[in-house]
């Protein structure tokens, strides 16, 4: 019998903004253990929100031992200890007042809503020499915006998130949208431009799903029976990765552990592995990624890592090879057909200058392409340089088909 | 029960909760999990700020002593007099009606039951299927007198498949909400035609044409529609502090046409059944739109006094992680006076979109159909392959020319509504079938 405990602390303080005030704090404490115990053939779970009582823990597991087949071996002796270095940002609610007083000074025709969060976040998987750690003290910032004169319930969203807050670093990335925002600009002719995403999930989310090994297994993937084949651009590398920094711990519900450098599922265009979890590589054959998940007191299952798109070593400005550039800020709503066309409305996009600068906001627009030509032959690279550096969010383009 | 701190409001929701879930991935039990929770979440407010803390130990001296903190934090003394006070409820009550009996070896078998369905679709190259349900039981107290205890129940199947045929894809779920775990029982036969439909659709559907059309929407995508395109803009807090918002939508405004009501209901049973909301104010019908005429707003009782308004119970938490902020419950275009027949039978060459993967709204909203179909002469025709139909709220309400007597309440299973860092909030939504004069497909 292997037993193992996982546990995940959260004590953080949040501060809430509405139209321009901060009117609120949160604070919270919140410790949820849950113990597995793998008897070879089956995994019983048990779980409790507060101090855990493992005695009684270990007894409901054993009660429902028997009835969830899991006839591998889970992760055991490994040994590792991570606190990110960095965090400890202080009390969040001056911050937040200083943060909106900037932002309502010097753009009053916008407003803000929204949360800043200071945070403290550990996660633990131990047992049977296993021995997992993970700690990271960390900010994140979420706002919404929309101009006082706008009829819309929002305009746009801005945001920062990572370990160290640096207020001078986000109000100065803040600004810079919220100039661009505040200047409309004409839109170049619909057809086909250079697109500039600054978060991959929209563009890569078919091709993230398509990556899922039980979807790989059975068929139901298009990538399925393409393994090893060249099926993107030779300018793709897609890792499965866990950014530390964003707070993702380095291992899975199952104590496996992502390496620093992130595991490769396209390298270079060519389609190298699907993600798994120990239950999906044992079953099909394939290897073992780390991509489990679990609720606290669930089993783990296969989940969705974070994924992300290996950078270049081109800056955007190089990669945008000297033409301007249409950058999303707002999409909400788009998706693929079943075979990988896309297609989705642009609610807010920035007119981009060669250099990668926001010169101005744009109309609404809709934007289409297929996975296979974005990632494809459409597909230019990742920037090596931030595009928000204070979360180190880099930019991802790509030609697309866009009409105004 | 509790010292209340002098000088400030304050309330303490108490909640319990217990939830099963079973789920099965290419018939393999993956999932057994009934789980108890015991929280709570408390509130303070001097007058100016809102102070909140969330607790794993709701025992009473542990919520004493964080109520004291929270108080500590807060300037006591200026509340007197604040317009919320006199929205905040004071409502004394029980409205419980138990937690329905079940093993989770029943809720098992009735899954099961179907999944002998399966097996005549070679074509099902991976299937999901969940079984869950989800009691709570929550109890609010003020320090204005307010003493609630209310609970829900709801339960519901998923089975999500993935066919693939050479080249092709498709991907559907089945879905039956119920208020009752007999609910979930013997409805085989909507599944077997679920199945047969995305089999047709595999072998047969063609890419649309990008371009403005007629829509037909169904019942599951009407009530998307109206959740996601007028819902939200419903939602209060989106206009608090933001006079352009209450100038551009002023109560008595006409937004569509005659024919178009839409209402936000907790009391209607389902998944967003809310006898009383978060805040202790019972829930209870508001019209967002009557006759075409803009007619309410979602309150808490801190939008309503921001706006001079009342509170309508949709005060509403996800969970002890969060305080409660204005949110649908189930939210419905009601029905019109023609067949369905006859809303299609006008339609010369149209789209009818049956089923949904997902919807977004703000002043645009779109909708990324599952199902969706070519209309001929007024019938039903080819499948078409649609990525997403979107458009501009107040533009497509108005565009609305057509309402069927057929309608539905429905709700999804295992997910529900997401706004900002809450999710999923379980809603319901639904309406008949709607007619659109013209619609942005893409």
Known sequence: MVEHVGTESMDDSTAGITAGRVDSVRNRNILKTGLRLYD???????GCLGEPDISDLRKRAKEVLGSVPFPWAPNRDLVRHRE???????????????????????FPDILVSGKLTFGRYRHSLSGD??????????????LTFKRRDSSAIIDGFVGSGGTNWDRAQVLKEIRREFRAFLHPVAPPASGVHNVVFTETGTALSQTIGDLNGLRYATGSSLLSDKRDQKVFSSALTLLQYADEMEGTPFFDAEGTITPAEGVPLVRDGVFIQPFT???????????L????????????????PEIRVKPSDRTLSKLLDGKPAICVSVTTGGDFTPTGGFGAPVQLAYLLDASGNPVGRLPECSISSTVWKMLGDDFVGVSSDPYYPSSDQKAMVMRMAVEF | M??????????????????????????????????????????????????????????????QEKLDDLAAMASAGRIEGHPVLDRLSRHRGERISGRPEGTVESKTAVLESYFGELKAFPQIASWQGFIGDGYSRKRIISSLGADISFDRFNCGIGIGFSMAEGESRASEQFMKTGLVPGDLEGRQEDFRARLQKTLHYLGNAVDAVAGEHTVVLSPLAAGVFAHESFGHKSEADFMTGDETMLREWPLGARVGPDILSIWDDGTVPGTGYTPFDDEGTPGGRTFLVKNGVLSGRLHSAITAAELREEPTGNARAVSFNFEPIPRMTTTCIEPG????????????????VETVKHGSGMSTFTIAPNLAYRIRGGEISEPLKVSVITGNVMETLGEIDGLSREWEVLGFVGGGCGKMEQYPLPVGFGGPFVRVRRMQVN
């Open chain 1, 40 to 46: 070879g053939e089956t995994v019983g779970v048990a």
């Open chain 1, 84 to 106: 990110v270095p960095g965090g400890g940002n202080g009390s969040v609610l001056p911050e937040a007042e200083a943060i909106v007083s900037a932002l309502s000074g010097e």
């Open chain 1, 129 to 142: 020499g296993l021995d997992l750690s993970f700690l990271h003290r960390g900010y994140n910032l979420s």
């Open chain 1, 277 to 287: 979890d120990i239950r999906t590589a044992n079953t099909y054959g394939l290897p």
């Open chain 1, 289 to 304: 990624t780390g991509a489990a998940s679990a609720q606290y007191d669930g089993v783990p299952s296969l989940g969705f």
């Open chain 2, 2 to 63: 509790y010292r209340f701190p002098e000088g400030v409001f304050s309330d303490v929701r108490l909640e319990e909760s217990v939830t099963t879930v079973i789920a099965f991935v290419m018939g393999r039990l993956e999932q057994r999990r009934e789980r108890t929770e015991r929280t709570a979440f408390i509130r303070v407010f001097d007058g100016i700020r809102w102070y909140f803390s969330s607790l794993t130990d709701p025992r009473q001296s542990t919520v």
């Open chain 2, 337 to 352: 006076d023609i067949s369905k027949k006859d809303l299609f039978a006008g339609i010369e060459d149209g789209i009818f």
